[in-house]
């Protein structure tokens, strides 16, 4: 009786101890750890921001530089992802994974507290060096590269790794593939956007670099030892199961993939690879017409960022159940690719055509800073929703494609999201640095377009070649018509770009009060070319540094007028602050008894270095970062300037001038800066890049 009273007191007591279930345990695990990839995802951009930041004081900030660092990140990244996602297979249990990834991500704290002494470390080299290179750019940048390879490689090598190490970790079959990765990489991306937005408004100016460096390598750290800890737990539990965490293929996979298979896989891939290249080109175009139409600013920047990255994300996360419940992925990986280059033509034409639109922003909330940035960033979130839903679609699809057995999972994927990664890499690249430079914003936009929508048109027609040619013939129709379009768009007036309406209302603040915001969408190009009559744009140079433009008026007196803009704000003029740009020489060179070496920093028209140059000096060192500028100096700007780039006393320097002096043996008498009007919004600062 005492035995049977026992039993039925632990019959009854026994579901108490095991309220949770197994399979209850396993889902609440797997959800912790995604928070944890979201944290992750948080914590490598902040890192990438903040890095950016003590890096650029050794190799500076000018645009090659800033390239040579995120080359080297992504390239980080995508070789870590193509090494782990080869060495994820190897695993057969779950724990094991989770373990692999919890050391990865103390990994990349600890990484993240020593990236700051690594660079003060390279400081002293590259200051020994600088001087001896500074006349060959490209022993200066191999030189940039390579610090930055030693510096970033490892940390950036460990980031790239934890996603196909999670993905095999997440995933347990095939049915739910899309579902579980587009979760894992959205949740990763979401965190990314987050890490944007607080650096941008939070961290660095409330906390500083240090303290948010600490902070977010704290979390890194906290991630990885609960995932140690938790990997324990598991394992107990795997063992007591006789289970290995359910690492095993179903019946139903199999392993080899048949011809068609196989070009399918490739085709996706490719796109995959397409996906990155156009996404980052996106980016690096729209950023620099949104610094044309709403400010080249750190806040704009953020924003901009953030809504693309947010976007990316969602379409990562909505897309992943259609991919596994899709049965032809690769039709729709084509389809949704289509549309994004479809969407991205349409945002190029809104946002390239929208300065009147951002000016009537800007003013109606020039006195709240808050009011300003939410409704600006409830407007680009908007505009820039459709084209990132559609490419953040791409990764689900992707791994739906290209992963045939959860044998192989982390191997497909880790190449997958590496080709990925190298594209993105190229597409920053070429972006910056080929396309604007020759051939501008618009046709950049029209080629990377182009690009996009052809090779989808070209992977949907391959998908239809086993049905009716008709099907292929409506497909080659559908591509002719979007190249014809895209030489009709984007369309924008390139004149208007050329002054910064978003800072200077004088001009039409009464049109700016009285037009509706329908009409300022709709008319505004039309609004702002009223204001241009009598100005005609003689220069417009778009360099690796920024959007440099030269207006020439005649007065009713007939005497011809330059005035230089840079991204839209005017920096220097042959006449209005003629009587500054002067001053800024004759006040430093009157105080000193003898000035023989001179730096200025910044030429805009060469008016101060040209003054300088009525002095006995025996150097001028001229620094200047945008060598759309010089060329502008040189065309327009000469009578003015005493030809000052043609005296043998005179070295132009193109390099950004805080680097130059911080890692220059050369001592100066005087040093000059030129910019000397900083300009601000009432109320509130605007930082310039």
């Known amino acids: 009786m005492k035995n049977h009273r026992g039993a039925l007191s632990l019959s009854?007591?026994?579901?108490?101890?095991?309220?949770?279930?197994?399979?209850?345990?396993?889902?609440?695990?797997?959800?912790?750890?995604?928070?944890?990839?979201?944290?992750?995802?948080?914590?490598?951009?902040?890192?990438?921001?903040?890095?950016?930041?003590?890096?650029?004081?050794?190799?500076?900030?000018?645009?090659?530089?800033?390239?040579?660092?995120?080359?080297?990140?992504?390239a980080g990244m995508a070789l870590g992802s193509y090494l782990a996602g080869r060495s994820a297979d190897r695993f057969t249990s779950r724990s094991a994974l989770l373990r692999v990834y919890g050391k990865l991500e103390m990994g990349i704290g600890f990484c993240a507290l020593a990236v700051?002494?690594?660079?003060?470390?390279?400081?002293?080299?590259?200051?020994?060096?600088y001087d001896r290179m500074l006349t060959h750019f490209w022993c200066c940048q191999a030189a940039a590269f390579a610090g930055c390879t030693l510096v970033l490689?490892?940390?950036?090598?460990?980031?790239?790794?934890?996603?196909?190490?999670?993905?095999?970790?997440?995933?347990?079959?095939?049915?739910?593939?899309?579902?579980?990765?587009?979760?894992?990489?959205?949740?990763?991306?979401?965190?990314?956007?987050?890490?944007?937005?607080?650096?941008?408004?939070?961290?660095?100016?409330?906390?500083g670099v240090w303290m948010s460096l600490g902070l977010f390598a704290a979390v890194n750290i906290a991630v990885g030892l609960s995932c140690i800890l938790l990997s324990r737990m598991q394992s107990a539990e795997e063992n007591c199961s006789g289970r290995a965490g359910q690492m095993r293929d179903s019946?139903?996979?199999?392993?080899?993939?048949?011809?068609?298979?196989?070009?399918?896989?490739?085709?996706?891939?490719?796109?995959?690879?397409?996906?990155?290249?156009?996404?980052?080109?996106?980016?690096?175009?729209?950023?620099?017409?949104?610094?044309?139409?709403?400010?080249?600013?750190?806040?704009?920047?953020?924003?901009?960022?953030?809504?693309?990255?947010?976007?990316?994300?969602?379409g990562s996360i909505f897309s992943g159940p259609l991919a596994d419940k899709s049965r032809n992925s690769l039709a729709l990986l084509s389809a949704t690719q289509m549309g994004a280059a479809l969407a991205a033509l349409a945002v190029s034409q809104f946002l390239g055509s929208s300065q009147f639109l951002f000016a009537k922003l800007i003013h109606t909330f020039e006195k709240d800073f808050s009011h300003l940035i939410l409704a600006q960033s409830l407007l680009l979130f908007a505009v820039l929703l459709i084209p990132t839903l559609f490419l953040g679609a791409a990764f689900p699809l992707v791994n739906r494609i290209c992963v045939p057995s959860i044998k192989h999972m982390g191997r497909s994927l880790g190449r997958a999201y590496a080709l990925n990664t190298l594209g993105a890499l190229t597409g920053s690249f070429v972006a910056g640095f080929v396309l604007i430079p020759w051939l501008g914003k618009e046709?950049?936009?029209?080629?990377?377009?182009?690009?996009?929508?052809?090779?989808?048109?070209?992977?949907?027609?391959?998908?239809?070649?086993?049905?009716?040619?008709?099907?292929?013939?409506?497909?080659?129709?559908?591509?002719?018509?979007?190249?014809?379009?895209?030489?009709?768009?984007?369309?924008?007036?390139t004149d208007l770009l050329s002054r910064g309406w978003y800072r200077d209302f004088s001009a039409m603040e009464t049109q700016l009060e009285r037009t509706s915001w329908t009409e300022a969408l709709w008319k505004g190009s039309e609004r702002i070319a009223r204001q241009r009559r009598g100005l005609e744009v003689v220069f417009q140079g778009e360099g690796v540094s920024g959007f440099t433009t030269v207006e020439k008026?005649?007065?009713?007196?007939?005497?011809?007028?330059y005035a230089l803009f840079n991204s839209g704000k005017a920096d220097a003029s042959s006449h209005g602050d003629r009587s500054t740009q002067t001053l800024s020489a004759h006040i430093p060179m009157l105080f000193h008894p003898n000035a023989q070496n001179v730096m200025v920093l910044g030429l805009a028209s060469g008016m101060t270095p040209g003054e300088v140059l009525l002095y006995p000096v025996k150097k001028l060192d001229i620094a200047e970062i945008n060598e759309q500028v010089v060329t502008a100096c040189k065309k327009f700007f000469h009578p003015f300037n005493n030809h000052c780039l043609d005296d043998p006393r005179t070295r132009l320097i193109l390099q950004d001038g805080r680097n130059h002096l911080s890692l220059t043996r050369e001592s100066y008498d005087e040093i000059i800066s030129e910019p000397s009007n900083p300009w601000r919004w009432p109320d509130w600062p605007i930082s310039i890049p």
Not at 116 to 128: E, S, T, W
Not at 261 to 287: D, H, I, P
Not at 443 to 470: D, V, W, Y
Not at 553 to 561: A, D, H, K, R
Request: hydrophobic residues 55%.
């Open 153 to 207: 490689l490892v940390p950036a090598g460990l980031m790239g790794a934890t996603l196909p190490i999670l993905c095999r970790y997440y995933v347990l079959g095939l049915g739910h593939i899309g579902t579980r990765t587009g979760r894992l990489y959205g949740l990763n991306t979401a965190g990314a956007a987050l890490g944007v937005l607080l650096c941008g408004f939070v961290l660095i100016r409330n906390l």
């Open 12 to 74: 009854v007591s026994a579901p108490r101890r095991t309220a949770i279930s197994p399979a209850d345990h396993s889902t609440m695990l797997s959800w912790f750890v995604a928070l944890c990839f979201f944290l992750s995802g948080a914590a490598g951009l902040v890192y990438e921001l903040l890095w950016l930041r003590l890096i650029d004081k050794v190799i500076g900030s000018a645009p090659f530089a800033v390239s040579t660092v995120l080359s080297v990140f992504m």
């Open 443 to 493: 046709n950049g936009l029209r080629l990377i377009i182009g690009i996009q929508f052809s090779a989808a048109c070209l992977a949907l027609m391959h998908t239809t070649m086993p049905a009716k040619t008709g099907k292929s013939i409506a497909f080659a129709g559908i591509l002719c018509a979007g190249i014809l379009l895209l030489f009709h768009y984007p369309s924008w007036r």
């Open 116 to 129: 700051p002494a690594a660079i003060g470390a390279l400081q002293p080299l590259y200051r020994v060096l």
């Open 251 to 314: 019946a139903k996979e199999k392993t080899a993939l048949s011809s068609g298979q196989n070009r399918e896989m490739q085709w996706g891939l490719g796109l995959f690879a397409v996906s990155g290249f156009c996404a980052m080109a996106y980016e690096v175009l729209w950023t620099r017409v949104l610094g044309l139409v709403a400010g080249p600013t750190a806040y704009c920047f953020t924003i901009v960022v953030a809504a693309f990255i947010i976007g990316l994300a969602l």
């Open 553 to 561: 008026e005649i007065t009713s007196l007939g005497t011809v007028e």
